[in-house]
């Protein structure tokens, strides 16, 4: 497995930077699992000046994302031929960074969104990722990472743009056991009743919402759940992403993954139903060993 990996500036700026926190608690999962690394020029250099991944052959590097290094990720993302496709992306992004918002970062996003792979842009997000394909090769579980499976103490938000819908439905109906362990779950206007429409029909009490229901996306509810995720009351959010469509309150959409970003230690996002699908079977594995 491949990953393409960038880290804004301030993410490698100095020793306890967000990338050294997340090398430091998963650089051993990491050779467990042989995973490639393609990190930017910049990113791979401040990962050997640290002293992390020292002699890991699946570490590569790509050339500065002034050379158009973030550029060959994203086309590596999309697949040019056997040795060049990447399987996600890890972009540790500073939401007031500028060049967060250039277009190959926001391509990077986009087309693992398109193709059904993790993008990844926190620290709590790559912890999580690790530890839950470490769970699927067998791996013993990482006591380090035991905050992620409490789920009995957190919130999560579950979010889908009209076409997204009917996969968020089917995902919640799926994996309906492992939601129903999270304290609160919370959703945007027509995606939260349809939620609650399912959970009553497979014997949650009527009288009790099985998720609280905030505004329609249009209406700003984007924007009062990422509150709820600066405040530190959401710690994750499953958001299945239409990237074929432009919308109206596409700042609200930003604001709300620029406010996970901002949280990168304690917010995870997920915007596929795949990796979501694969995070949920991960939980019952760990539980179940």
């Not at 919370?186 to 505004?215: C, F, H, I, M």
């Amino acid at each position: 497995m491949r990953l393409g990996l960038a880290a804004n500036q301030l993410h490698h700026a100095h020793a306890d930077a967000a990338l050294f926190r997340w090398l430091r608690a998963s650089e051993a999962g990491i050779r467990e699992l042989g995973l490639g690394l393609h990190a930017v020029g910049r990113t791979y250099d401040a990962i050997l000046r640290a002293g992390h991944l020292e002699s890991y052959a699946p570490l590569r590097r790509y050339p500065y994302g002034r050379e158009g290094g973030l550029m060959k990720l994203v086309a590596e993302v999309v697949g040019l031929g056997d040795d060049r496709v990447l399987d996600g992306a890890i972009y540790l992004i500073d939401p007031v960074d500028p060049s967060s918002v250039f277009p190959e970062a926001v391509a990077l996003k986009r087309q693992c969104v398109i193709h059904g792979k993790p993008f990844i842009s926190t620290v709590a997000s790559a912890r999580d990722w690790i530890e839950f394909e470490r769970v699927h090769a067998g791996c013993t579980a990482d006591p380090g990472a035991d905050r992620f499976y409490a789920l009995e103490t957190q919130t999560a938000a579950l979010i889908a743009h009209d076409a997204m819908k009917p996969q968020m439905l089917a995902y919640a109906d799926e994996h309906f056991d492992v939601l129903s362990r999270f304290a609160h779950r919370v959703g945007t206007g027509t995606t939260g009743q349809r939620l609650n429409e399912l959970a009553w029909s497979r014997g949650w009490p009527k009288d009790t919402p099985w998720v609280e229901r905030y505004e329609s996306g249009p209406m700003g509810g984007d924007a009062q759940i990422a509150d709820l995720v600066l405040e530190g009351r959401c710690q994750r959010a499953i958001f299945f992403e239409d990237p074929h469509v432009a919308r109206q309150h596409e700042a609200d959409i930003q604001l709300l993954e620029r406010a996970v970003t901002t949280r990168t230690d304690e917010a995870v996002c997920m915007t596929s139903p795949k990796v979501a699908a694969r995070w949920a079977a991960a939980v019952r594995l760990r539980a179940a060993a």
